[in-house]
């Protein structure tokens, strides 16, 4: 609810603040003494359009905060926590600055915000229900909100709503992919066709440089075998100078002189293991010259091979060592691709479930909404008509809505309206004054005013033009609506203004051509002078003081107040910020 005002500098208004409690306060005061600047203040810090003009004259800027107590409003709470603009209190203030350039801050518990933080807050907190003011009431949203919470059907409307949502975000990935099944088709085909290729080829990781040393070693088959026939004749076969014959010859020496130089016997040791490792090389060279011949078919088939890798290579504009890698590459893309056709199924067998579900939720929300829509049309057809209107129906229908699965359900809601015998049901935009529209909120709200999750309600001017008796009927209303809501109430008759738990009386001063506007909270003494005033008019007579009282006495015998809730001890009496501080 909301406990604390403070306005600087907007219009007539120099500088205001004022603490508020739960229940219903009327606002009074004569005529052009500045009544509406109060809402233009509330609506103006949460979001509202504004002027330079707005700022009181000879001033840079206007400065307005609202505070509100949020301790019974957890999704309030949750919102601002999720911002992390939550303070421990249960304080909610909102502050707006607004420059005479045009300009304006925002700003929730200290911190700047943005303009649709504010609006989205304000939403949460706070209704107006003006004559001179787009109705909240006339929006199908509001209508359809109001409908399933008279019904208690929010969950099931929540569960409706996230089926249809699952479903089209789930349509919008199936339309992607099936944008793509073209392409994807063609590039599968590709992609096959280049496996096919490869796999015929049959590379093995290695084969390449395998190949290329044997493609070396066939092409100088030749000049091998001659050099490795020399080695051996220098090795063994050459009668003067066989490496082997000499190392024998070296060592016999050495052995000769073992007695006269003992390293000779280690020298000698080195020779006799060079002789067994020289044995070992003719030995093999033997064995590979036997088992090696020159096969120019051999060369043939190496060289073929390598051409046919190679051409592949140079298709692919790749080095041939490549080729295995990129084998494995498009294999995986391709795999992909094949994926990508699976998730489709998934998504489409995923959307048909999401869907069957949506069906049934529907179609139970709709049978709900059917029942409900009954009793709630006669409980405001019977308030309204007890608000001098006596010929008015009030009316709600349901039209099937042509929007597959619509977030809202499958109907569309319209509140229908006739005040007047013989007139048609008609939207409430169409043929409803401002007068009726505001007794028909009121009516509204009545039959919902243990189902709320706005705390704070405006009514603005709804006594206009209504005799005595109904305003009294209006104003007790008022009052009993006090007991789930905070309620003001600006009012222009003394029948209406006497059923509020408080009074704000607005009053207008002239000091040195310059006008003031200033409210306060009258004691029950100064409100009893009050209601006499706008009985009996300017001068109020003994009469009128009588009247007064005995009116208010009245009320109090036949409407006990409720047991207020007490605002917090941190923000009753709290002043909100000044001057930026």
Not at 307 to 332: C, G, M, Y
Not at 471 to 484: C, N, P, T, W
Request: glycine fraction near 4%; charge should be negative.
């Amino acid at each position: 609810m909301l406990t604390n005002i403070y306005i600087r500098n907007l219009a007539t208004i120099e500088e205001l603040h004022l603490n508020f409690s739960d229940g219903t306060t009327m606002i009074t005061g004569e005529t052009g003494a500045g009544k509406s600047v109060f809402i233009e203040a509330i609506e103006l810090a949460l979001g509202g359009r504004a002027a330079a003009s707005m700022i009181r004259p000879g001033k840079d800027k206007t400065d307005i905060s609202l505070c509100f107590n949020i301790h019974n409003f957890p999704a309030v709470i949750t919102y601002l926590t999720d911002l992390d603009l939550y303070q421990d209190n249960d304080e909610c203030i909102i502050r707006r600055i607004l420059t005479t350039d045009g300009r304006s801050r925002y700003y929730v518990n200290g911190a700047p915000i943005t303009l649709q933080i504010v609006k989205e807050l304000g939403e949460s907190l706070f209704h107006l229900h003006s004559q001179h003011d787009q109705q909240v009431l006339l929006k199908s949203d509001t209508q359809r909100e109001m409908l399933d919470r008279y019904g208690d059907q929010l969950p099931l409307a929540l569960t409706v709503k996230t089926h249809a949502e699952t479903w089209k975000s789930l349509d919008q990935q199936i339309k992607a992919l099936h944008e793509q099944t073209m392409e994807r088709s063609q590039r599968s085909d590709y992609l096959q066709f280049q496996l096919d290729e490869l796999k015929t080829v049959q590379l093995t990781p290695g084969e390449w440089e395998t190949l290329e040393s044997e493609h070396h070693k066939l092409t100088h088959a030749k000049e091998l075998m001659q050099t490795l026939q020399s080695a051996l004749q220098h090795i063994t076969e050459n009668e003067q100078q066989a490496i082997l014959s000499l190392v024998h010859e070296v060592r016999k020496l050495l052995e000769s002189v073992h007695t006269v130089e003992a390293k000779t016997v280690d020298w000698s040791g080195t020779l006799h293991s060079i002789a067994i490792q020289l044995g070992e090389v003719v030995s093999e060279v033997k064995s590979y010259m036997e088992h090696t011949e020159l096969d120019p078919e051999k060369l043939f088939g190496v060289e073929e091979r390598m051409s046919q890798i190679f051409n592949l290579a140079r298709k692919h504009k790749i080095a041939p060592t490549e080729l295995v890698e990129l084998q494995a590459r498009l294999a995986d893309e391709l795999h992909a691709l094949s994926v990508s056709d699976e998730t489709l199924t998934q998504l489409l067998a995923q959307q048909k479930m999401t869907e069957q579900l949506y069906t049934e939720s529907a179609a139970k929300l709709s049978q709900a909404r059917k029942k409900t829509a009954v009793k709630l049309e006669k409980e405001i057809t019977a308030t309204m008509r007890s608000l001098s209107l006596p010929h008015g129906e009030f009316k709600i229908a349901l039209e099937q809505d042509q929007l597959p699965l619509a977030v809202h359900g499958q109907e569309k809601i319209c509140f229908l309206i006739k005040t007047n015998p013989g007139q048609p049901l008609q939207p409430l935009t169409k043929v409803i004054s401002g007068g009726e529209l505001s007794r028909l909120s009121l009516s509204a709200h009545l039959a919902l005013a243990n189902r709320t999750n706005i705390p704070t309600l405006v009514f603005d001017e709804i006594d206009t033009g209504l005799s005595g008796a109904t305003a009294e009927k209006i104003g007790k209303l008022l009052r009993k609506l006090g007991e789930s809501y905070q309620v003001f109430c600006i009012s222009h008759q003394a029948q209406v203004a006497a059923c509020g738990h408080h009074h704000v009386l607005v009053e207008k001063s002239f000091i040195e051509n310059s006008t003031h506007t200033h409210l306060r909270l009258l004691t029950t003494e100064e409100k009893m002078k009050e209601i006499a005033r706008l009985l009996g008019g300017e001068k109020i007579t003994k009469k009128a003081l009588e009247h007064a009282q005995e009116l208010l006495k009245q009320l109090d015998e036949s409407i006990p107040s409720p047991a207020l809730r007490a605002p917090s001890p941190t923000s009753a009496g709290r002043r909100l910020p000044v001057n930026g501080h």
